[in-house]
């Protein structure tokens, strides 16, 4: 599709998705990227779907990954684009074909992604005799991390246009990190398939696609669940949750006790999608896990922002590789926990109100005025982007968006 095509939905997306805001095209189709910011609620759609269509310019159809993002960040990029469809519907259109394709093609280049950081890991063709008798197929690889995001990713694809081949591929998923990564000597699922670490965010993606999968999947509901539960059970006693209510990275394999590791932004977010499902799946407890959310979700912001409330990934403005996907996770889970709470909770308003700075910060410091790239500060200046901070950036907008009638009201 031409960039003036993916223009013209966009501008039909948000004047449907926008009509009770009365939203204007000022400037036309040509000002699609001159739009100021933070002008009208509706205008976190626009520059929302705006940003998809800069987005698309990483994309490689042959791979069906994203230039200048890993394996796992172009889970994420996938994950990015459903979650903006879910906001604006019409957009299927456009993205049923992107995931779609990548489906198809992005399986078949597995085996040629190198984890991030080349030398921390094997990949898999570099590694057959650490792991006899696995083939790699499809979306497994070495990682239950990344196997978790593209199982995420997956689902909410299958949300969008219910095509179970999503779905089932999830499942296959969880059953790998199941049949092959559970039993970790602290408990839980290990990082990888070579078992050398304990880290929080496998285990925290192992726990939402299990309570994902227990909401979709009626025949399976209660194992699901039963997963779900033992693994929150775990998560609770790991000592992974610090005395500040901050996730730290991972367990010190000797001691099973939280390693100190650094309190990243994705691991104070994937629990949090989790944590929602879960109170979706067991209803005879959603108030303690929504408690547990909010705790986990303020004590992050309290911690992880500056005094204008702009988010940051501990060691900015100098990350790279992984570090530059991890803000938006966090802002996406935020988006989900609004959504789950009643709209006059005092702790939805002020995360309302969080998605909205850091989209408004984005938009005015961490975009390149030209070409509509955004880059991995949100407080600025702006600095080189790629297809994982843009898309990063992204999940912020999304967020905003997705509550603007709420934002409206504010
Ligand atoms: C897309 O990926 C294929 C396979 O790796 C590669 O040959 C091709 O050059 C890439 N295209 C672009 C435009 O990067
Ligand atoms: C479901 O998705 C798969 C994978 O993209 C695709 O091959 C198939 O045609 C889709 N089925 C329907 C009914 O759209
Ligand atoms: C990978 O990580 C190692 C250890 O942290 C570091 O020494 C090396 O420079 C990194 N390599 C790249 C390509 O980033
Ligand atoms: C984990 O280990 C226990 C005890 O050894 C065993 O009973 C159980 O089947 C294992 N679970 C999985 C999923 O491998
Ligand atoms: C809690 O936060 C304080 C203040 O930032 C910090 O000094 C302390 O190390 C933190 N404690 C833990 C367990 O992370
Ligand atoms: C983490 O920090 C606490 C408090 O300083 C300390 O008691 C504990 O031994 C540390 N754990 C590891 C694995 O370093």
């Avoid at 988010?311 to 802002?331: A, M, N, R, T």
Wanted: hydrophobic fraction near 40%; charge should be negative.
């Amino acid at each position: 599709m031409k960039v003036e095509q993916m223009a013209l939905l966009a501008a039909s997306a948000v004047s449907i998705h926008a009509m009770d805001y009365s939203f204007r095209l000022n400037g036309g189709l040509s000002g699609t990227r001159q739009l100021p910011s933070g002008v009208s609620t509706s205008t976190y759609l626009y520059n929302a779907v705006s940003s998809a269509e800069v987005l698309q310019e990483w994309y490689n159809a042959t791979t069906g990954l994203y230039r200048t993002a890993g394996w796992w960040q172009s889970a994420n990029c996938i994950q990015v684009l459903a979650d903006l469809t879910e906001v604006a519907p019409l957009l299927r259109l456009r993205t049923d074909g992107i995931v779609s394709n990548t489906f198809t093609n992005a399986q078949t280049f597995n085996l040629k992604e190198i984890k991030s950081n080349g030398t921390t890991s094997c990949i898999w063709d570099t590694c057959p005799d650490s792991t006899p008798g696995v083939e790699p197929k499809g979306f497994l690889n070495g990682f239950y991390d990344d196997e978790g995001w593209w199982a995420l990713a997956w689902l909410k694809v299958y949300d969008i246009g219910r095509n179970g081949t999503y779905l089932r591929t999830a499942q296959d998923l969880f059953e790998d990190m199941l049949a092959t990564g559970y039993n970790a000597t602290c408990g839980g699922v290990w990082w990888d398939r070579d078992r050398t670490y304990h880290s929080a965010i496998a285990n925290e993606l192992f726990l939402s696609l299990a309570a994902h999968l227990s909401n979709r999947v009626p025949a399976l509901r209660s194992y699901y669940l039963q997963w779900a539960l033992r693994q929150w059970d775990f998560f609770q006693q790991s000592g992974l949750i610090n005395a500040n209510n901050t996730i730290n990275d991972g367990l010190d394999p000797t001691t099973c006790t939280n390693n100190n590791g650094t309190v990243y932004t994705y691991n104070q977010g994937v629990i949090l999608g989790g944590l929602v499902e879960l109170a979706r799946a067991d209803p005879t407890a959603t108030c303690l896990y929504l408690e547990a959310a909010r705790n986990i979700a303020s004590a992050a912001i309290a911690a992880l922002t500056d005094r204008n409330g702009v988010l940051h990934e501990p060691g900015e403005p100098d990350i790279s590789g992984d570090g530059l996907q991890f803000k938006g996770i966090f802002l996406r889970n935020v988006q989900t926990l609004i959504a789950a709470l009643p709209s006059d909770d005092f702790a939805a308003r002020e995360y309302l109100r969080f998605a909205r700075v850091n989209a408004d910060s984005i938009w005015k410091h961490a975009r390149e005025p030209w070409m509509g790239r955004l880059g991995p500060v949100w407080s600025g200046p702006y600095r080189e982007a790629g297809a994982s901070s843009h898309s990063s950036a992204m999940d912020a907008l999304i967020a905003a968006a997705a509550h603007a009638a709420r934002l409206a009201e504010e």
